[in-house]
């Protein structure tokens, strides 16, 4: 087994919910008073409808409300480090940070055009097949064919070309310090070429 088909594995047990779990209803949270953060912080850098106002932020809607609740969790304890969301998330409840959650998750997504098809044509080889000469996971087998996640993995599909790139550079240098093992081992696999196409390639699902 190779070592990447052991990761996938591994995170095959993590995935393995019920699809009843996954298919189910949001919590039901105040998405009043998540709308009054969003508008009053969030939206500055991440949109009014969590679309991202610019390439250096990630877009959070469709992301799943599970995976931001705990990246800002993560981003207030410190384990996920980032100066700026930390002073973001520091007084959020955890009830608020579930309300952002179902708030951002409900939010229309939208594919973008990528310019440049024959970098694109490369990402979408990478994000389904991988790379078997340097052992690089197809980013499908855990994201989904359509890089949507799942309740335990993050929603890649649409997402700002930019972000993906920083964050399998981050993943490569630990940077990224919460839960990296898995993202390291495949970010430290990949060339620039392969981040640059992979990244672009995600950014047109939907
Ligand atoms: C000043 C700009 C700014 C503001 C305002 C801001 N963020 Fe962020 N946010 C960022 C940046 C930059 C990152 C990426 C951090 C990194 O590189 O790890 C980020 C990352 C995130 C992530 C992780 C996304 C992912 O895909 O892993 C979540 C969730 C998030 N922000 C939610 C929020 C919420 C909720 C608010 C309002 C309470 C907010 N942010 C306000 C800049 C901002
Ligand atoms: C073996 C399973 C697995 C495979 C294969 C995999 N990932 Fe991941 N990925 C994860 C997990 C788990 C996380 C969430 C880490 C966390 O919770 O912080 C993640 C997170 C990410 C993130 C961060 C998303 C965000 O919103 O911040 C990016 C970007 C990413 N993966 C890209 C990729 C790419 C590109 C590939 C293919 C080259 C890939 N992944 C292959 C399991 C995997």
């Known amino acids: 087994m190779g070592s990447w088909s052991k990761l996938a594995a591994v995170a095959a047990l993590g995935i393995g919910a ?21 508008a009053g912080r969030c939206s500055l850098c991440h949109g009014p409808d969590g679309e991202s106002a610019s390439a250096l932020y990630p877009r959070l809607a469709g992301q799943h409300h599970q995976y931001i609740a705990k990246q800002l969790a993560d981003f207030q304890s410190g384990r996920r480090k980032s100066d700026t969301m930390a002073s973001m998330a520091a007084d959020l409840t955890a009830e608020e940070m579930l309300a952002l959650g179902v708030f951002f998750e409900k939010k229309p997504t939208k594919p973008r055009t990528a310019r440049d098809e024959g970098l694109a044509a490369v990402g979408r080889f990478i994000f389904h097949r991988g790379n078997e000469f340097s052992g690089v996971a197809a980013c499908a087998t855990c994201h989904g064919e359509n890089g949507r996640g799942t309740e335990q993995l993050p929603r890649l599909a649409g997402q700002v070309p930019k972000y993906i790139e920083s964050q399998l550079k981050s993943f490569n240098q630990r940077e990224r310090t919460n839960d990296n093992a898995i993202m390291h081992s495949i970010a430290s696999k990949l060339s620039e070429l392969e981040v640059k196409a992979v990244a672009l390639y995600i950014s047109t699902l939907d």
Do not use: F, K
């Open 18 to 38: 019920p699809l009843a779990a996954i298919a189910a209803d949001p919590p039901a949270v105040d998405l009043t008073r998540a709308a009054e953060i969003s």
